[in-house]
């Protein structure tokens, strides 16, 4: 099946005619019947009824109409995102924080705004972005650690929720606990925790909740993957509050960034699930 089987088809119905819809598309109406002969053969019901008046929808025909016309926008708007990018621009190359919900980055790094924008997206962790951004592997970075550096520039996009979970017992007592965490600091500086614990860093969230199965850890994860985590597990639970922690977007070339703030805000917004986003974005040099 060909777009413009379903142009066809669509223009058919608005203009009523084989000759009604030729002065719409431009072309001949026996081109536009063997279009339509084609579209019906696949589908393999008729979509238009013959009458002495023109042509009109079919039963069939009318319960296809509305997802034709969705699939003829979002081909419009394939190719308006192809317009939209500048050949001659280099991609934005973007990295997110591993602490960040790698569901989200997905989603983001398939949004319209990533596309039409070009940005290469990649994850790391925000212990190495400093390095990245200064040996020019990356362009950009999102995360939670704020950047010491002259030549790096800073935006305060928002905070990120997470959350402690664990089985049963409260790691806010006196004991010897084991915790899976990302390695933020402003992130360990707020858990409820007791003098007594030991944290084994990592960001990759499957291995915390494997920690938190099979050894009994407990686990600093995005609120989001709690959430899911805890409907599948009835014995894991939230310990304490939910932990809101900022992230900022760093980077060193204002030519490009300044540019997609906006946009970058509203998918973070979008595809982010617990991610809230500030509505006074804070530029700054030098994040202390």
Known sequence: ?????IQTFIAITKSGSLAGASELLHVTPAALSQRIKQFEGRLGEKVFERTNRGMKLSLHGESI????LTISKEVENLFASV???DV???????????????NDISRFSLSHSALSYGVD?????DDIFMWAISKGLVDACVGFC??????????HLGTNRFVLIGENENPSKSGNYKVATPNIKELIALLPLSSTYKFSYT???SNALMYLKDKKYFAIVDEDIATKYIKENVNVSVIGDVLEIPFYLHFKDERHMLGLVSKLKQE?????????????VIYKRDVK
């Open 1 to 5: 099946m060909h777009i413009n089987q």
């Open 65 to 68: 109409y509305g997802h034709a």
């Open 83 to 85: 317009k939209n990018v």
């Open 88 to 102: 001659n621009e280099e991609n934005i190359t973007l990295a997110f924080s591993n602490a960040f919900n790698p």
């Open 121 to 125: 997206v990649r994850r790391m962790s």
């Open 146 to 155: 704020a950047l010491k550096g002259e030549d790096v520039s800073s935006l």
């Open 203 to 205: 960001d990759c969230y």
């Open 268 to 280: 973070l917004s979008y595809h982010f699930s617990s991610v809230k986003i500030e509505n006074d």
